[in-house]
T-cell receptor, first 116, second 112 residues
Framework: GESVGLHLPTLSVQEGDNSIINCAYS??????FIWYKQESGKGPQFIID?????DKRQGQRVTVLLNKTVKHLSLQIAATQPGDSAVYFC???????????????FGKGTLLTVNP | KAGVTQTPRYLIKTRGQQVTLSCSPI?????VSWYQQTPGQGLQFLFE???????NKGNFPGRFSGRQFSNSRSEMNVSTLELGDSALYLC???????????FGSGTRLTVV
């Protein structure tokens, strides 16, 4: 079935290190992927997105890589800061046959802890 | 510009009661989606509205319903509340295309 899953439930890094959060998806028809950050008591906050016609997209301190061959998505955070501590979700959006399927399918999330 | 606004932020209800949650999307956004977030199931899609029409619905029982008004504001209703309905209910809005979903802070519903 369709699913988006994360490889690691928790990730602990030292401040200043680079972080890599991984995500696997199973729906090869997915054409849009988003990474969200969720802090305690808040809703998911958009970080970066990528469409299936791209392999890489960069933002401020963040990079998303998409490998369609193995259906893998990753979020790289450079120079991780304590303020980056949160749960990170990947999400996919796919089109069903016969029309658009306007919903996001989320992975279960990875808790990133940044140690000072 | 203002973000997605959800009210109320917190609710405590008794089993069997019903509840209505409200979502005001970003100005100009015509699509509103609702999600349920629980520790066990994560974020699950409830339904999506565009121009007052439900375009998509998730796998939730009929006790969960929603609607959208002409000003794009949306409400969701849960009837005959069960303990398992305790969750964070999140609303997301977008202009209408397949991109740019912005979430609100959610409504924390506790059923006792």
């Amino acid at each position: 079935g369709e699913s988006v899953g994360l490889h690691l439930p928790t990730l602990s890094v030292q401040e200043g290190d680079n972080s890599i959060i991984n995500c696997a998806y199973s729906n090869s028809a997915s054409d849009y992927f988003i990474w969200y950050k969720q802090e305690s008591g808040k809703g998911p906050q958009f970080i970066i997105d990528i469409r299936s016609n791209m392999d890489k997209r960069q933002g401020q301190r963040v990079t998303v890589l998409l490998n369609k061959t193995v259906k893998h998505l990753s979020l790289q955070i450079a120079a991780t800061q304590p303020g980056d501590s949160a749960v990170y979700f990947c999400a996919e959006n796919s089109e069903s046959s016969g029309g658009s399927n306007y919903k996001l399918t989320f992975g279960k999330g990875t808790l990133l802890t940044v140690n000072p | 510009k203002a973000g997605v606004t959800q009210t109320p932020r917190y609710l405590i209800k008794t089993r069997g009661q019903q509840v209505t949650l409200s979502c005001s999307p970003i100005s100009g956004h015509r699509s509103v989606s609702w999600y349920q977030q629980t520790p066990g199931q994560g974020l699950q899609f409830l339904f999506e509205y565009f121009s007052e029409t439900q375009r998509n619905k998730g796998n939730f029982p009929g006790r969960f319903s929603g609607r959208q008004f002409s000003n794009s504001r949306s409400e969701m209703n849960v009837s005959t509340l069960e303990l398992g309905d305790s969750a964070l209910y999140l609303c997301a809005s977008t202009v209408g295309g397949n991109y740019g979903y912005t979430f609100g802070s959610g409504t924390r519903l506790t059923v006792v």
